[in-house]
């Protein structure tokens, strides 16, 4: 009876029909303020509004428990949340109890069950180890570092190498090098031959550091950054695997570069993004040499911000 | 030697190959929120940032001279600025000397030639007509109505015909009503009976006044609603012609109404909109009971709003 109940595990193949095809956009305003060629791959209007769907129906639809648990008090909670309610699982999600009332109402919305927890008293991995103690039915889901969200994130990497005079180089946003190292196996498992460039911000630049050192190095605290999605601790492990060898390299963003990056999406391409997401357009901004000419594709990895953050952002 | 260097005049389905497809969003938490099933075809992404691309486009390219003139302080001078560029065709763009910088700046990045005039000592349109005088190879282009403005806008009507698991019915702003015809004139091509609803603002209702008249009822002023597109003094006589019979209805919305469609498209769908474009989804704010239930599609016009205008907006 349990195996009628559960949905059918999904392959790529049907993640792609369930993920909205990214929305490409360009810019020719854009394009001569930057010197390049320019082609926007936009994940603002993914489901639940970040490329983090593409990962989280992957893991929900490939692992065969029923209940999912993750801490996330970002785009990954609502992204696990709503992939749970279409394959008609159950899900967990722990954030802290200072969240945002906006992205607590997110994971309610998308049908998740919102766990709070005060983080000074519990670290959310340490309650994410007591649920999993209480459920031990349940898959234990990271955000980033899980080979299933390597492939469904290379949904994109396949998608962007389909389109027609295509690129000489793809940027994307790289926090926990999920969306980067996910781009990477997509391309090659399409035979494409394009870069892929990371691009972090300046504060957080644990993964630019690891690169140079051929190994993985942390952060010693949480970054501050603008881009929260790029806050993570360190590159995971079975994304390192992939980046070593096959990142072209890293743009080490300063922070004000990723705010006039949101102005520019915002005044020349009408795009809203979350400063994460803008990351891409102001690796081009900070190294305007290294892409001048080319033809690149900056990926816009997510739209959700926080009404006063962004309109802070535009009136600087 | 003229006819080859002008391009040829091309077809509606040159415009369709030209023109950006319309994109089409879904946001199920809005869709709840408003208690309709929702798509949102948006137009913002159009090239030059809003639907008036269509049909300046299918201006520039249908008529056999090679300048353009057009009164236009909006988003049609710089489609026809942007249209012409592609065509290889000049086009001056009369605006007031008031207006924003960044508008003006818009319409010379798409290479058109700006003529500023004190419309306190002389109106645009005599302006335009002393230009015409001075220019008298030149074609006189009107924003909204003309046949050839109907039929590149009857593309998106054509588009959205084209959808799978279509709409019950279709909202978008009216102001000449040069969308509204251009959409029922698509859809009977297409051979759809989608009814098509207009979205108005109360203070500028003209378009409502005159559907309940049975003829053509202008502003007595230019009403000072922040749907900025929809300031047209009245409608336009070739619209009438399809409006007054083809015409579902028409919603007359509250301004609030409009700036609370603006919050809620950036925060549950991450779409940046310009407040005529936000009208649409405004009606059904405005009705909610008229709609419930039903299928319906809000065309979003376009995106080019000034950013203190939108900061504005979104803090209220």
């Not at 209480?134 to 080979?147: C, G, L, Q």
């Not at 050192?213 to 790029?230: L, M, R, S, V």
Request: with cysteine.
């Amino acid at each position: 009876m349990l195996a009628l109940m559960n949905p059918q595990p999904k392959t790529v193949t049907t993640l792609r029909e369930m993920a909205r095809a990214t929305t490409i956009i360009e810019s020719p305003r854009l394009a001569e303020r930057l010197g390049v060629r320019l082609t926007i791959a936009t994940e603002t209007f993914q489901h639940t509004g970040s490329f983090k769907f593409r990962a989280a129906y992957n893991v929900a639809s490939q692992v065969p428990q029923s209940k999912i648990i993750t801490a996330s008090s970002g785009n990954f909670g609502q992204a696990m949340a709503y992939a749970c309610r279409l394959l008609g699982k159950s899900c967990i999600i722990v954030m802290p109890d200072t969240s945002a009332r906006v992205k607590i109402d997110a994971v309610r919305e998308y049908g998740g069950t919102v766990d709070l927890t005060n983080v000074n008293l519990k670290s959310r991995n340490a309650r994410v180890a007591e649920l999993a103690q209480e459920h031990r039915d349940a898959y234990i889901a990271s955000a980033f570092d899980d080979p299933l969200v390597i492939q469904g994130n290379a949904s994109l990497g396949e998608e962007l190498a389909d389109i027609k005079n295509s690129f000489d180089l793809i940027i994307a946003p790289i926090g926990g090098g999920g969306l980067t190292s996910g781009l990477i196996t997509g391309l090659r498992k399409a035979g494409a031959s394009i870069k892929v460039f990371g691009a972090e911000p300046l504060i957080a630049n644990d993964a630019a550091r690891s690169l140079r050192a051929g190994h993985i190095i942390a952060n010693e605290t949480e970054p501050q950054t603008i881009a929260d999605g790029a806050r993570t601790p360190s590159l995971g492990q079975h994304n390192w695997a992939i980046l070593r060898e096959g990142l072209a390299g890293i743009v080490e963003v300063p922070e004000e570069r990723i705010a006039e990056a949101v102005r520019l999406l915002f005044s020349l391409a009408n795009l809203k993004v979350e400063p994460t997401g803008a990351l891409s357009l102001a690796a081009v901004l900070t190294e305007p040499e290294l892409f001048r000419d080319f033809s690149v594709c900056c990926v816009v990895s997510g739209g959700n911000v926080d009404t006063e953050v962004y309109r802070e952002l535009l009136g600087q």
